[in-house]
């Protein structure tokens, strides 16, 4: 059995090959760009090997320095996961010849299914099924136009080195082919350095359905059924989903027959994936779908395949590699239930999806039954510019398709990730759009829907009477005690995306409410308390319980009310790290208790955290870092009664590396 692999690649992918390695008793090596030399996959593995600076040409994309990082670690084997060098036949090769068994096919496989021509005419030759289309080698403009006549408006053209969507284009009337053959050419050379392209029959309103195939050295082949991956955006998938929702028993055994067959023809080995285009116009049908082009690598939506058949696929994928027999036969894949991917990206979705690196201060997905995460980051990770853009996977399985859904959505609102912006509520709109009955399900479903999709929606009543109460001093049974302040009525500076809320609080003898713009909503039995994830809030609003969370980190302030959400931005003066100057001293705003000292000193410290906890009346008052630094000294014991003003603790900033060379 292989004893050792090194995972040729980052984020997401490397910390889940590096869980089922680890899971087999093999020992784990990443490699890291000097940018990822602290993110999470050089920290779970056994070994991090840093590669050079730079663009991934000189780290992901080095095959020579890649290779050397294996015989340097005694690695046996490698492990491309996905993207960089997964599908670069000249790795494959290199790395076989270096001694170190590649976990995945040949080079040949990759070579044949590396270009979409070519790939299209081994398959049409093995009798399966391909876009009716035009892959010849004349790439004169005039016989391209003349082929896309052929075939009939709308035309897609294809760069046949082309993924990712790039080099792609699609054509509907005669007179726009030209400038979009022109513009494909141009992309394709600038991406892959080639040109070619080949033409494909549009299908209109088509399903993306694809079979994961897994085929070891001797001669076995079993299909893992089917996964949808028809909600895409730019032709790039959003939502990846097992099995194919209303798929006959009769077109899934046609199609999976057909995906073993494209693997046999080919001699394939390892795990791969068959692409599928499919005419669901009217309802699926047997002579309806059609060979796209094969995946020889392990894809990003694995995990929904996963889910339902109970395999590890990266498991098997090792197993080949060793040459190992598959440990399963095709009869003993089964489905069981129904599971759900959505790519939650640093990205904003409002603004046309432009990504949005930067770091993610506090990253808390609602992991709750039935959800798996894949996540390459942590709470202080920076999700940098330089890759891809992806900060998890969410999967979520049920019995059934609705609770499968409705439980990626609820995982998507209760989940807490404060930094940068994300397509969370844009994912969480699309699960509730698929919830409804009778939902479309093809290619330009998200593009039809675009705008109420990204659409920001109006936060309910309770949603901003939490927002405010998170806003203030913490009771900690109910608000009585609040005029201890003096206040009447409590103005709250929040604002969503800038725009500001006119909103206060008012405090009576025995009632408060809340003001907002012009109405008045009462809130009856408040309750507030402060416990290690944020503050949890509930209350009563015209008889119905409302309960929910509010966190904060620096001027933000996420609130979750009944499985909805919304992001606030807070200037209250009574907010916590507001009331402490950034002089590095943290006074006590009131005469109060001290009630818990959560830090020691020496100990370093993040923008948000809770530094202590006083008490006034009944009420707690978190005091938070105003930003990441050290504690220098504490003065302040828990109960101390300690007065307005008075110095609790030090805390300095951190120096950062380049103060520190200086
Ligand atoms: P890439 O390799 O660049 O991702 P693919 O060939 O896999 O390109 O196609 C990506 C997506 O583009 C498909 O999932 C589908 O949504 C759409 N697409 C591709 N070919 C066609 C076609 N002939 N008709 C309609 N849509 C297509």
Redesign the pocket.
């Known amino acids: 059995m292989i004893e050792s692999i090194l995972i040729a690649n980052r984020g997401e992918i490397a910390c889940r090959i590096i869980n089922t390695a680890r899971n087999m008793g093999i020992r784990t090596i990443a490699i890291a760009s000097a940018e990822d030399r602290d993110a999470r996959h050089g920290r779970m593995a056994d070994q991090l090997i840093l590669l050079d600076d730079g663009p991934a040409s000189q780290n992901y994309l080095n095959i020579s320095a890649i290779i050397e990082a294996a015989k340097h670690s005694r690695a046996q084997a490698i492990h491309p996961g996905y993207g960089f060098l997964s599908e670069n036949p000249e790795f494959a090769d290199a790395v076989r010849q270096a001694g170190i068994r590649f976990i995945g096919p040949s080079a040949d496989t990759i070579r044949q299914m590396g270009l979409?021509d070519e790939a299209k005419r081994l398959m049409q030759a093995a009798g399966v099924p391909v876009?009716p289309?035009y892959l010849g080698d004349d790439q004169s403009t005039d016989r391209l136009a003349e082929e896309a006549e052929k075939i009939g408006y709308p035309v897609?053209i294809?760069a046949r080195a082309?993924?990712?969507?790039?080099?792609?284009r699609?054509v509907t009337e005669a007179g726009a082919f030209i400038p979009a053959l022109e513009s494909a050419k141009r992309e394709a050379q600038a991406s892959f350095g080639d040109d070619h392209v080949l033409l494909?029959?549009?299908?209109?309103e088509?399903r993306?359905i694809e079979v994961q195939i897994l085929c070891d050295s001797h001669g076995n082949a079993v299909h893992l059924f089917e996964r949808d991956?028809?909600l895409?955006r730019r032709?790039?998938?959003v939502i990846e989903e097992a099995p194919a929702p209303d798929m006959p028993e009769a077109i899934r055994a046609t199609m999976t027959k057909a995906a073993i067959t494209a693997a046999r023809s080919i001699n394939y080995e390892n795990a791969g994936t068959v692409?599928f285009?499919v005419d669901s116009a009217n309802g699926l049908s047997e002579t309806g779908f059609w060979f796209?082009?094969m995946n020889t690598r392990l894809q990003v939506e694995h995990p929904v395949t996963e889910a339902i058949t109970g395999i590890d696929i990266v498991k098997a994928q090792i197993e080949i590699a060793a040459g190992h027999s598959l440990s399963f036969t095709q009869d003993d894949i089964t489905i069981t239930g129904h599971a759900v991917e959505a790519r939650l990206y640093a990205e904003t979705a409002e603004e046309n999806f432009r990504p949005a690196p930067g770091i993610i201060h506090k990253l808390a997905l609602a992991e709750t039954a039935g959800i798996r995460i894949d996540s390459g980051i942590d709470s202080g990770d920076r999700v940098s510019p330089s890759y891809d853009p992806l900060i998890a996977k969410i999967i979520s399985t049920a019995a059934d398709r609705l609770t499968a859904m409705t439980r990626r959505a609820d995982t998507l609102n209760n989940s807490i990730i404060i930094g940068t912006d994300t397509n969370r509520a844009f994912l969480a709109h699309l699960a509730e759009h698929q919830c409804a009955e009778d939902a479309p399900l093809h290619?330009g479903v998200i593009a039809d829907n675009l705008a109420s999709l990204t659409q920001t929606r109006q936060p309910s009543d309770a949603l901003v009477a939490m927002a405010a109460i998170a806003c203030l001093p913490c009771p900690s049974n109910s608000f009585t005690g609040w005029r201890h302040w003096g206040a009447g009525e409590i103005p709250l500076s929040l604002s969503i995306s800038g725009e500001p809320l006119k909103l206060s609080l008012l405090v009576g003898q025995d009632s408060y409410s809340l003001q907002l713009e012009d109405r008045q909503i009462t809130l009856d039995s408040p309750l507030a308390k402060t416990g290690k994830t944020g503050r949890h809030i509930s209350f009563v609003i015209d008889g119905q319980l409302h309960t929910g969370q509010a966190i904060w980190h620096a001027d933000k302030l996420v609130v979750i009310c009944d499985s909805t959400q919304a992001s606030f931005e807070t200037y209250s003066a009574m907010t916590t790290s507001r009331s402490n100057s950034h002089d590095g001293q943290i006074t006590a705003p009131m005469s109060s208790v001290v009630k818990a000292v959560n830090i020691t000193t020496g100990q370093q410290i993040k923008t948000g955290d809770v530094l202590v906890l006083v008490e006034a009346m009944k009420m707690e008052y978190p005091l938070t870092a105003p930003f990441d630094g050290i504690v220098e000294d504490i003065s302040c014991e828990t109960g101390d009664a300690v007065t307005d003003g008075q110095i609790l603790m030090h805390i300095s900033q951190q120096a950062d590396d380049n103060d520190k060379t200086d």
Not at 200 to 204: C, G, H, N, P, Q
Request: with cysteine; glycine share 20%; aromatic share 4%.
């Open positions: 979409k876009v289309g897609m294809k082309g993924g990712g969507g790039k080099g792609m699609l494909e029959k549009y299908i209109s088509p993306h991956c028809s895409q032709h790039q998938k692409e285009i796209m082009e290619t």
